[in-house]
């Protein structure tokens, strides 16, 4: 029988001041824990370290659709198709295969051929991205011109580099420091860079990335989702600004 | 390739250390441990920490059925080692706290200039 | 304690205890989730709500010990702490898995491959890779968590057992580090919860290791070699006083029916502060897990086969005199009779 002050865990017997000590105790952490839980559930989505606008929700429910039009490989698979009553000029649509990689393209398939595609298709603000789960192949249609590249001039700008599909509403949040490693396993697997802009460049916030040859570019883990600032020459291909900067300029603030 | 490899080996690792769990708590556990005797219940529970700490458990083991006794309780080295971890952590935290809010204060993010023509 | 080892020996207050922590990690995560504002995925909203949680309870664990010893009545709260730190781990572990399965899923790599090669550094301060700080603090939890069972204090001695589980500090200042280049990076009301609990932490252990420090130490004098402990009147029955030496291990000297025993102030279990214990069915409890030994060999009554070291002690008129070199656990010495 222990005395009434000491507590021995094998016995039930402990004094009542020391459990009313517990019961407070008990109480306590129960209050802690619901008000730090209530806390910290309200942190809006992150916003990255310049404060960009948080991605809005996806502004539809997301459709299987199926498009036409002529494709560019470099600097990534990116479908263009015929201006429309919405997009008056050649509109683009980025590629991306299921999950972490980009679209699974047919080896045999020219850069420019015309093809049809049938996939999810993810929208934020000026960029569309359609998320591919078959092989694309080709079609005998008669091929629709290139977008004619069209040079805005060099320019300095500050923003993150993001992978194109959370970006475009795959994930939320799509940015931010968390969201690093994930967004460079996207840009590992070949998911398109894209830009997101601190100011607007000629009305656009998004840019797709290109090495200063218009390719691909090499490993972007090192520059992925932190506040940069490229450098570069910035084209418009259609509807879609492509930024090919040259990444040992890169300077991370 | 590297990031396989080191997957790779931690498997291994694991794999030798299940198999040596499960020589342990089937063989040796009864010659090491009165107090198993007749105890099997909790024999799994020590499954994971046999896995993953089969080094110590192979010389713990050895030593034990060596006979070896073990030293006088003594808990001075531990208290220092408590007051130096907590010392540390008095610098580290105050230090990783102060470097999180300096990088995260607000960065003004230049605006968007055009610097020249295309070459 | 037990004479046969179980898988966890289940007494009223345990159960009391888990309930409680159960009940709170349920209330955090259900407050987090359900009043969660802001455009978030499920899965993100999972992983930000168990990783927060596992850092309240990690606070909140390594609490206890410093409140324990600044206040008795925190002692309860010790008793069960294993199991705290087992359910912390697997909070923990939660969160890990759900960063597994959203962050590093989908992609051509496996998971683990794709943990260890998606984020290798910036080569600047921001963008330091903050995961493999979680990954060392999560082995650690793991290592202690699976250690935690009985069975591992005696294989592993009190002593090692202990070294081992102090890895937990190691494993504070790791989560630190992780939360500090990841999610502080991103989340301001988090920065509070992580600010608030690491500094009161800091200060909570600070304090009482400067209040355990100002105890006063004893040498022993020469030439006989023995310590002068305290006088006889100082000991209350059925408790001790904590006789502690400047180059040895403390020494607890009981009273017990007027009569004096020196056994090691360390438990044979956890090596618990026994001199804070009391003399309870004639034998010495530890106030931690309630071990108990007999006062005049140290031996844990049969069929328990815990032993202790005990000392000789004399007596100079008033002055109790202790020989500060301990005796093999469970030597006999008569207790000391005051005439």
């Known amino acids: 029988m222990s005395p009434p002050d000491f507590f021995i865990g094998w016995d039930r017997n402990s004094g009542r001041a020391q459990f009313r000590f517990l019961a407070l105790v008990a109480a306590g952490f129960l209050a802690l824990l619901a008000g730090i839980g209530l806390l910290d559930g309200q942190d809006a989505a992150p916003r990255g370290l310049f404060h960009l606008a948080p991605p809005p929700p996806p502004d539809a429910p997301i459709d299987a659709v199926t498009l036409r039009g002529r494709v560019a490989l470099h600097p990534y698979p990116t479908l263009f198709v015929q201006p429309d009553a919405t997009h008056p000029s050649l509109h683009s649509v980025l590629l991306s295969g299921d999950g972490k990689r980009g679209p699974s393209i047919d080896p045999a398939l020219a850069d420019g051929a015309m093809v049809s595609v049938t996939g999810l298709k993810l929208r934020r603000g000026t960029i569309d991205m359609l998320v591919v789960g078959e092989e694309v192949h080709p079609l005998p249609d008669p091929p629709i011109a290139a977008p004619a590249p069209v040079s805005l001039g060099r320019w300095r700008v500050a923003g993150e580099i993001c992978d194109g599909k959370c970006q475009t509403g795959a994930m939320q949040p799509g940015q931010g420091l968390s969201h690093r490693a994930c967004a460079s396993l996207c840009l590992i697997g070949g998911v398109p860079p894209v830009f997101v802009t601190a100011s607007p460049v000629a009305g656009a916030s998004f840019l797709l990335l290109a090495g200063p040859d218009g390719r691909a570019l090499a490993d972007l883990r090192r520059l992925a989702a932190l506040p940069v600032v490229l450098e570069g020459e910035i084209e418009r291909r259609g509807d879609l600004l492509v930024f090919k900067v040259d990444l040992t300029q890169a300077r991370v603030l | 390739m590297t990031a396989h490899l080191l997957v790779l080996a931690v498997e291994a690792y694991l794999g030798v250390g299940l198999v040596l769990a499960l020589v342990f708590v089937f063989a040796l556990i009864d010659r090491i441990d009165p107090q198993a005797h007749g105890a099997h219940a909790f024999r799994p529970l020590l499954l994971p920490g046999l896995t993953l700490l089969w080094p110590l458990v192979l010389v713990r083991t050895l030593a034990k059925l060596r006979g070896m006794t073990d030293p006088l309780a003594s808990q001075r080295a531990n208290l220092a080692a408590h007051r130096m971890a907590w010392l540390g952590l008095a610098v580290l935290i105050p230090v990783a706290l102060v470097l999180a809010w300096s990088l995260k204060a607000p960065t003004e993010a230049p605006q968007s200039i055009r610097i020249g023509d295309a070459p | ?339």
């Open chain 3, 1 to 339: 304690m037990s004479v046969k080892y179980v898988p966890v020996s289940w007494t009223t207050s345990k159960k009391l205890y888990d309930a409680g922590l159960i009940a709170g990690i349920a209330l955090y995560l259900l407050a987090f989730s359900h009043f969660a504002i802001g455009a978030v995925d499920d899965q993100a909203l999972r992983i930000r709500a168990l990783g927060s949680c596992a850092f309240l309870l990690l606070s909140l664990v390594l609490a206890i010990g410093p409140l324990a010893r600044l206040d008795r009545r925190f002692l309860p709260l010790l008793y069960n702490r294993r199991h705290f730190g087992v359910i912390t781990c697997t909070i923990a572990a939660g969160h890990a898995l759900a960063v597994l399965g959203w962050y590093f899923a989908f992609s051509p790599l496996g998971p683990y491959d794709a943990m260890l090669v998606a984020d290798i550094g910036s080569g600047h301060l921001r963008g330091v890779p903050f995961i493999p700080f979680g990954i060392a603090a999560l082995l650690i939890l793991l290592v202690l968590a699976v250690t935690s069972h009985d069975f591992w204090l005696s294989f592993l001695t009190p002593k090692l057992w202990k070294a081992l589980h102090l890895g937990v500090y190691a494993a504070y200042g790791l989560v630190v580090l992780h939360v500090a280049f990841g999610a502080l990076q991103a989340q301001r009301a988090f920065e509070i919860e992580v600010t608030v609990c690491a500094l009161g932490l800091v200060a909570l252990h600070l304090w009482t290791g400067f209040r355990e420090g100002r105890k006063p130490r004893m040498a022993a004098a020469a030439p006989s070699g023995l310590v002068h402990a305290c006088k006889l009147g100082d000991i209350a029955e059925g408790r001790a006083i904590v006789v502690r030496l400047t180059d040895a291990d403390p020494v607890a000297i009981f009273r017990h029916e007027g009569r004096l025993s020196a056994v090691s102030h360390l438990c044979a279990h956890q090596n618990g502060p026994l001199g804070e214990g009391r003399v309870i069915d004639g034998c010495i409890t530890c106030p931690w897990h309630g071990f108990q030994y007999r006062l005049e060999d140290g031996r844990a009554p049969p069929p328990f086969t815990e032993r202790i070291a005990t000392y000789r002690l004399h007596l100079t008129g008033d002055d109790v005199m202790l020989d500060p070199s301990p005796n093999p656990p469970g030597t006999y010495v008569q207790p000391l009779e005051p005439a």
